[in-house]
């Protein structure tokens, strides 16, 4: 089976991109079904509609300055012709005034969203015949989680998991999603609101400002399924 061509979108977050990122990379490598291109300067890499023809999927851990108009021009339509595309927790938070980027990710941190402390809490599984989550059970995860996500533009969006963020935490008192994917032209989009990672010491008493969300198996697991599913439209990956 061929291996899958991704190109990783980083360089700038308000999380720290320079663990998240090389950890991603990793772990989609160590799977055997990716081959991974990191950009830290998407702007750029995206200037070229020729080398972006030749990816399966785009993965973005990126929230940080606008691209340029050809960069974003040509992201529009390598996805809307049937690239995949990733949306790893804080690239929800990216671009606000870009529609076409609203309407890819669906759901997004925009005024009025929050999160309350980072904590452990149950991650449920909502569609359990999706291609992603087929066979995936509940988990515990210790992660931020995303509150009052705005619906952007009516977009059409599907809820695989969702978490219940208990108010003595911080939260809403509601069922949240957790795991979200969407449809834009021919791509499709996976929308992984899970995986906090905070600057600072890794060695920290602040648990937030480890690794502890992306060492998790079941994290791992649907993440590296999600990115198979928005390149193919099926799932081998265990």
Known sequence: MPKLSVL???????????????????????SGRFTVTVTEDPSAALEDAGALAGYD?????????EWSASARANFEA???GGTG????????????GWVEYEKMVGLLWREG?????????????????????????????WDELYHRLVHMHGVPYHVLASAYAAPEKGGTGNDEPMMVVTQYGK????????????QGDPNGEYKGASMIAF???????TLLRGCEWVATGEVTLP
């Open 215 to 221: 060492e998790n198996p079941p994290f791992q697991q």
């Open 57 to 65: 999927l785009i993965f973005s851990d990126y929230n940080g300055p």
């Open 187 to 198: 791509g499709r989009v996976f929308h992984m609101v899970l995986g906090h990672v905070w």
């Open 8 to 30: 990783l979108l980083s360089g700038a977050n308000n999380h720290d991109w320079t663990r998240s990122t090389p950890y991603v990379r990793e772990l989609m490598e160590a």
């Open 78 to 80: 390598a996805v809307a």
């Open 113 to 141: 969203t929050g999160h309350g402390e980072f904590h452990q809490f149950l991650v449920r599984i909502v569609d359990r015949e999706h291609p992603i989550t087929r066979g995936v059970e509940d988990f515990l995860q």
């Open 85 to 96: 595309l990733v949306i790893l927790h804080a690239a929800d938070n990216a671009f606000p």
